[in-house]
């Protein structure tokens, strides 16, 4: 009997544990190495809150999302959709729902059990993963990795590159890999935040009242995107959902101008004109915040992120009041770093790789999920693509180990 091909993945996140999988289930030996000391550490961490593992809308609309990459994304996001992904997950016994955004969750609404079950799938199919395990360097297409100082080259008759974009370095996702690429000429797209918070110079007072307190049924807006949601106060700034749809733009202006603001409409449900009505009713005797929120139903955070964004708020009249409740504009001195964003853009440039994802100047060097130049919002879309990158190029590295080439 002739022995199995031979495939190793770098980096135990979802795109290499599906990677692995995938080549498993085409009668490959398979080897994982991952350099933290567990694997899918940025995946658990996503779990904590909730785990948004995909979204229901309809396809067309999904792949829109992916921005300038959707069209190279497409065909990978066809091959495993988001109904194939909820079907993987029933198959590991994880059961999923919709919720009223469109996510999809799963029913635990964490990750650990949705982990497990796809690590002992794994080792039934004969894939061994090592931890502790770092990529140093490559021997042709073949990586050479290091284990508690001992360097070895893994015999592989194809490798899937799957160690993360450069965001929440201290989970395993540094971005180091980048240098190696680059010696070897692979064309890359800086890395940059995607999906982070914003900095905000918030003054003192508000910082030590406020820090970690939510806002609440909040509408936030920049460059004429507008995106509701919730929110929160942080020592350096705002996170949330809404701040991180709109990050992107947020970057995109500080980087073209130097300077940049987000709009808050703290009542989304009422006109300017009907608040305006109600706050010309307020009681003279009553403090401005107790007024705001008899008047109105403002919120202590909402009538501190007013004075924040205007020191002489408490003065104005009722329609620039309400003109400022409805824009209450505040400065954004820098979008999160690196180490706080939840995804990183940037990466290995489509044009350095085949149809396969394979590094056109590297045969049998595969490459998938957030190495390579997308970029998503959250909603599921990272993880989506993550596993369906790492599915596409599993298939191709077991082909290439076959002698089979079906990329161009």
């Not at 289930?25 to 995909?54: W, Y």
């Not at 080792?123 to 931890?131: I, P």
């Not at 797209?189 to 806002?215: H, M, T, V, Y």
Request: charged share 20%; net charge positive; hydrophobic share 45%.
């Amino acid at each position: 009997m002739a022995p199995k091909p031979r495939i190793a993945v770098i980096g135990a996140g979802p795109a290499g544990l599906m990677a692995a999988e995938t080549a498993a289930r085409e009668n490959c030996a398979v080897t994982i190495c991952d350099a933290m000391p567990s694997p899918a550490r940025k995946f658990l961490m996503a779990g904590r809150s909730g785990l948004n593992i995909t979204h229901s809308e309809p396809f067309e609309r999904f792949v829109a999302r992916y921005g300038p990459a959707a069209d190279w994304l497409r065909p990978m996001l066809k091959s495993f959709s988001p109904t194939d992904m909820r079907e993987f997950c029933e198959a590991l016994g994880v059961g999923t729902f919709v919720g009223t955004s469109g996510r999809v969750f799963p029913t635990a609404m964490k990750a650990s059990p949705l982990l497990r079950a796809w690590l002992a799938r794994l080792a039934t199919l004969g894939v061994e993963l090592r931890t502790r395990t770092r990529l140093v360097d490559f021997d042709g297409g073949a990586p050479i990795v290091e284990t508690n100082g001992r360097r070895e080259t893994i015999a592989a008759d194809a490798t899937v590159l799957a160690l993360g974009g450069a965001s929440w370095p201290r989970l395993g996702s540094d971005g180091g890999w980048a240098r190696l690429l680059e010696q070897r000429g692979v064309a890359l797209a800086p890395f940059r935040p995607s999906n982070c918070g914003l900095d905000i110079a918030w003054s003192e007072p508000f910082r030590q009242k406020f820090e970690g307190l939510p806002i609440k049924t909040a509408r936030f807006r920049h460059a004429g995107k507008s995106v509701a949601g919730e929110a929160v106060i942080t020592r350096s700034g705002l996170e949330g959902g809404p701040v991180y749809a709109l990050s992107a733009e947020v970057a995109a202006t500080l980087r073209e101008k130097g300077s940049a603001a987000i709009m808050i409409d703290l009542k989304p449900d009422m006109s300017e004109s009907a608040l305006a009505a109600r706050l010309a009713q307020r009681r003279g005797k009553d403090s401005f915040a107790n007024s705001l929120r008899k008047a109105i139903g403002l919120s202590p955070v909402a009538v501190g992120l007013l004075r924040e964004s205007d020191t002489q708020v408490a003065t104005r009249d009722p329609a620039a009041l309400a003109t400022l409740v409805k824009t209450c504009a505040l400065s954004v001195v820098a979008t999160a770093g690196l180490e706080r964003a939840i995804s990183s853009a940037g990466g290995v440039l489509r044009e350095a790789l085949d149809d396969g994802l394979m590094l056109r100047k590297t045969p049998g060097l595969f490459v998938a999920g957030e190495m390579l130049d997308w970029d998503a919002p959250t909603g599921g879309y990272l993880l989506q693509a993550s596993i369906a990158t790492g599915r596409w190029a599993g298939a191709a590295a077991a082909n290439h180990a076959r002698g089979i080439n079906i990329a161009g």
